[in-house]
């Protein structure tokens, strides 16, 4: 009866605490969508953001995409070698796999590892060192002057990033399947432009929900933070693996859900 | 005009202001003393609503900010400048720009003239224009302290608040701080609440000092009446004896 109780009262706790957390979550959204609407931008803030979680990431997207790209045509290749004799259907693997999953996926892994523990660090070592509550007795609010500049970097940056990933990617399996697998490019480049834009379309839609979960869920932790460094560090390892985690686990419902609707 | 009423709060089981009643009146410097811990910094928050009481009511200007919307009590913060204990400068920003971000929010139309309001701030608390060019982690302890200071007053709120504005100074620095503090109040009328441990800037910058102890208020009164106070708690404290009703949780050493 007793350990009974006990592990009931746990998962009470944990689904209220679960509820309580989407209920913050909740309102954080709908404040950082009022200041958007609500009050002017701060242009500078908003570009310089950008910077930070877009051209900042061109780096490790970059080498990211095109060793994916580029093992993606080698495994392609010679497990098609194999069976058929011939490297078939490179372009066409390598360009659906990027276009729908890798591209969108891994730009989203990379940037929730890089922009969203950079923003819960940075929100969080904020909050503790009582810079938060600075903002409030100097005349702004902390969602308009912290979350809303990253909020809408990050919606336009990581579709990009992601489109970028693509083409990279795509480049670099044309490298392997023709310097390595002597695919003809014609052939790859015709399998690659055989792809339907939808199923592009299905990618950038990913990237788009993955952003949101990216920069919502690190501004969350960070301006939760509490507990000095330690706190600090707490937090930013949280974003990063609910991040994570809630990309990996959207992309299969994302998926399901944008097939039913036709959409790739 | 700044009051709390019956104010309460705690953090978990640390029941730290237990029924605090407080009145600050305008145009008066109000110093707030207690030991380490007893909820000055707390009661300084509760007051721009930076924390909420668990209960009783505080009021700005006799207007009760508890349980007030997001908008309508940032109206209220407008009005406050607050110079944090630990500085809580933003460490992206330089001097200059912390020392300006109350102004360019507050008081846009000033901006014009931003190079002279810095300078005028920065001189203020005793430090040279070319400091408006570091980042603040460049700056000493006590330079934190004053630039924060510098950042508070900035925007010539009506209330000002300061969380120990002489700690982490030297003996000369702060009896300059001293006098900015008894200025601000002379000349331009602005109510302030300060934070302090240091008794003697007590003394020189209070219209009345109020004790905190064991989550109320202990004593309230102008300087002198406190030191000549009766209470044995007050007297313990403004002279600084390890021995008397207050007891600190310490081991001796053996
Ligand atoms: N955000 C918080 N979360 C949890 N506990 C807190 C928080 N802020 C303050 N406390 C607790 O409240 C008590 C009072 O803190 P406060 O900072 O007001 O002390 P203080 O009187 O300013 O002390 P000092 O003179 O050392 O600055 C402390 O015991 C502290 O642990
Ligand atoms: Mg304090």
Redesign the pocket.
Known sequence: MRPVRVVFQIYTRRVLDLAEAVGSVTVLVRKTLYWIFSARLDAQNVFGQMYEVGVKSFPVTSLTALFTGMVLALQTGFSFLRVFNEPLYVGRVVGLSLLKELGPVLTGVVVAGRVGAAIAAEIGTMKVTEQVDALYTLGTNPVRYLVVPRFLACLVMVPLLTIYADVIGVLGGYFVAHFRLNVPSTIYWDEIRAIQLEDAFHGLIKSVAYALIIVITSCFQGLRT?GGAEGVGRATTTAVVISMVSILVSDYFLSAILVSLGIG | MIRLEGVH?A??P?R?LRGLDLEIQEGETLTII????????????IMVGL?TPDQGRVFVDNEEITGMEEDALALVQRKFGFLF?GGALFDSLTVAENVLFGVRNLKPEELGRSDEIVERCLGLVGLKPEVAALKPAELSGGMKKRVGLARAIAHQPEYILY??PTTGLDPIMSDVINDLIVNIREKLKITSIA?T?DMKSAYKISNRIAM?YEGRLAAVGTPSEIQRSENPVVHQFITGSSQGPIQMPVRSYT
């Open positions: 509490s | 709060k953090f978990g640390n730290v207690g030991g380490s811990g007893t909820g000055k910094s707390v009661t300084l928050k924390l204990q969380d120990e934070v441990h905190i």
